[in-house]
């Protein structure tokens, strides 16, 4: 924490502090004790955008103000991010997102099959389509169909190289779209903006919400 609030004014680490102390209350329950484990949050008025048409809209621009001219700015990609938890509404701001950044998009498609070593034997899942694999979707997992533009940030969902820092969660920026591999450079580098590749490759989920595990290429 000290490196961190290293060179900020007084009144800005007391607010960091401040935030800090009430996001641990939320977490460990203890906001407004005593309380039976059911309470209200008042979100303070500075976290809320009120006037708004589309709500995708006003976040965006709230998080990413001037994206068009900084989206590949490694600086402003650093401090900002949109979290949520429903998998439809990251599509919905990804899409918003991508649409804003110049450029031609790419279109990939995966290829779905069922892990028969790890699936107990059942006939049924000989009627399985590709086109209902295709529809599946879940936490850590790409998407049937995802679209890219070069400059686009991203982030990996699997561990390629922990020593140069490519890990589940390390964000990058695409510099590359070939069939098969995409080319990136890492948003936090030392690198001296080393290329990397990211080849196509084999992915399932850690954990199966399906009777059957989903292999995604």
């Known amino acids: ?3 961190l609030q290293e060179g900020l004014q007084s009144t800005t680490v007391a607010e960091i502090q401040e ?3 009430w996001i ?3 977490g460990d329950g203890k906001l407004q004790e005593p309380n039976d484990g059911l309470v209200e949050i008042e979100i303070p008025r500075e976290f809320l955008i009120s006037e ?3 709500p995708i809209q006003a976040i965006v621009f709230v998080i990413y103000p001037n994206l068009i001219q900084k989206h590949t700015d ?3 990609l650093q401090c900002r991010a949109i979290l949520t938890s429903r998998i439809e509404t990251v599509n919905e701001i990804n899409q918003y997102m991508l649409s804003l950044i110049p450029g031609e998009e790419k279109e990939y498609l995966s290829c779905d099959s069922i892990d028969e070593t790890k699936s107990a034997s059942n006939d049924s899942y000989n009627t399985i389509t590709s086109e209902f694999l295709n529809s599946l979707s879940t936490s850590g997992l790409p998407n049937h169909r995802i679209k890219l533009k070069i400059g686009a940030p991203i982030m990996l969902l699997r561990n ?3 020593a140069e820092g490519l890990c589940n969660g390390s964000r990058l920026i695409i510099t590359r779209l070939a069939n098969h591999v995409i080319g990136a450079k890492m948003i936090t580098c030392n690198k001296d903006d080393q290329d990397i590749d ?4 084999s992915m399932s989920p850690s954990q199966s919400p399906w009777p059957f595990k989903l292999i995604r290429k």
Do not use: K
């Not at 990211?198 to 490759?201: A, G, L, N």
């Open 19 to 21: 935030f800090s102390d």
């Open 74 to 76: 490694e600086s402003y």
């Open 24 to 26: 641990v209350q939320i």
């Open 1 to 3: 924490m000290c490196m």
């Open 160 to 162: 390629l190289d922990q």
């Open 198 to 201: 990211i080849p196509r490759m």
């Open 52 to 54: 708004f048409n589309d």
